[in-house]
């Protein structure tokens, strides 16, 4: 994918603000500081278009990304204990709206750190995901801090406790590791062709 004209083309909190030209979306959900911002700017080739923070709750509107003919869609992290109830409320809103209302949306990938089981709240979400006829793409983050070798068993326990039915859907992803870009590239665009 060519991303020499990368841009931010809307910030939204609700349907008003979303962006109307017609062109697919695959937006990236996830518990906070799981790396959604991070996973964009590396699929886009930048350090720093998608504002990242290793404080939990950095993103907190929809950010609408074009690509080309294409947009990446980060959506606020979910699960961020230090926020009150109320702001809590407002961005499952903030999600769960865009998620409802968006005709254009190819995919919802899931977003999980390969480290760590699958919160219930990750479970409520892709059982969601799923059941709103997404694929059930899961991409497991920060593939760097966990040695080769010892992978394959932390992937399993995030596909035990999800419940992903084939182990195809599991993607590994790391920041560091530029050959990632270009395989997530080829699924992304074999999902667009489809
Ligand atoms: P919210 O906006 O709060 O929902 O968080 P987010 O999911 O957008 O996370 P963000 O991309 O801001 O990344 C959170 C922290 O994780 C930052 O300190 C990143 O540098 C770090 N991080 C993200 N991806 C990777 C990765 O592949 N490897 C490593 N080692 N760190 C990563
Ligand atoms: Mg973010």
Redesign the pocket.
């Known amino acids: 994918m060519k991303t020499d004209k990368v841009y931010l083309e809307k910030v939204a909190v609700d349907p008003k603000g979303y962006p109307t030209e017609p062109c697919g979306e695959f937006a990236f959900a996830?518990?906070?500081?799981?790396?959604?911002?991070?996973?964009i700017n590396a699929m886009v080739r930048r350090k720093n278009l998608?504002?990242?923070?290793?404080a939990?709750?950095?993103?907190r509107t929809i950010n609408f990304y074009r690509v080309a003919d294409l947009r990446l869609v980060?959506l606020?992290?979910y699960g961020?204990a230090k926020v009150s109830k109320s702001e809590r409320n407002s961005w499952a809103g903030i999600i769960n709206t865009y998620l409802e209302a968006r005709e254009n949306l190819l995919e919802v990938l899931l977003?999980v750190d390969i480290r760590h089981k699958p919160s219930e709240l990750d479970v409520a979400m892709y059982d969601y995901i799923v059941q709103s006829g997404y694929s059930g793409l899961v991409i497991a983050?920060?593939?760097?801090?966990v040695a080769k070798g010892q992978r394959a068993r932390h992937l399993k326990v995030i596909a035990d406790t999800l419940g992903v039915k084939e182990r195809s859907n599991i993607l590994t992803?790391?920041?560091?590791e530029k050959q990632n870009v270009e395989d997530m590239w080829a699924i992304l665009e074999d999902i667009v062709r489809f």
């Open positions: 996830g518990r906070s500081n799981v790396g959604k911002s991070s996973f998608a504002r990242t923070s290793s939990p709750g950095k993103t980060d606020p992290g961020y977003l983050t920060k593939a760097d801090k992803f790391s920041t560091s």
